[in-house]
């Protein structure tokens, strides 16, 4: 067990209440998250949650980005801090790690690089809404840093449900291990 444990976190990315709210069906991956975030828990794992914000008026959004520019006017005017607030259904504690990042990767814009590092992390666990955005494109940042990587299929969700299993069942398998939360540190 310690082998599966030892220099590996788990990422909760984008399990934000300005983002849970929007999927109808989150009840869900909330509860395998927060089974995962147990799990983790239970065998010294490091929770790191993962958060997508911007400063007041959204200056990082640049208009030659076409996923963020349409929603600059509706960042422009939010709460930056009650937006980037984890949901309050997702266990977290005061002492957890969280890590603004600026772009969809986990590691854009963000610090998590140097924490993974102050930590000697050496594999994540990925977890976290939407398996298109945040799970793929830090899936794909981490393979090019030569993290190994597992993706809890069960514990990401996506809008579109056949997005969602092709990236699992067919995509990510070349660079993570793809399993469920019951599967996880349990084989």
């Known amino acids: 067990m310690e082998e599966l444990t030892k220099n590996t976190a788990l990422l909760v990315m984008d399990m934000q209440a300005g983002i849970v709210n929007m999927y109808p069906d989150a009840k869900e991956v909330v509860k395998q998250v927060n089974k995962a975030i147990v799990t983790a828990r239970k065998n010294n794992i490091p929770v790191i949650y993962v958060v997508v914000g911007f400063r007041q008026g959204s200056p990082e959004i640049s208009a030659n980005n076409k996923g963020f520019s349409v929603s600059k006017e509706r ?91 092709v990236l699992t069942t067919k995509v990510f398998p070349r660079q993570a291990e793809v399993i469920t939360v019951d599967d996880w540190l349990t084989n």
């Open 75 to 165: 960042f422009a005017n939010a709460n930056m801090e009650e937006w980037m607030k984890i949901h309050p259904e997702v266990l977290h504690d005061e002492k957890d790690i969280i890590v603004i990042k600026r772009r969809v990767s986990a590691f854009t814009g963000s610090d998590l690089e140097v924490v993974l590092r102050a930590k000697d992390i050496k594999h994540i666990v990925l977890t976290g809404i939407a398996t298109s955005g945040v799970v793929l494109s830090t899936t794909r940042e981490a393979a090019d840093k030569d993290y190994r990587i597992t993706i809890l299929s069960d514990a990401c969700a996506d809008g579109d449900e056949e997005v969602h299993r």
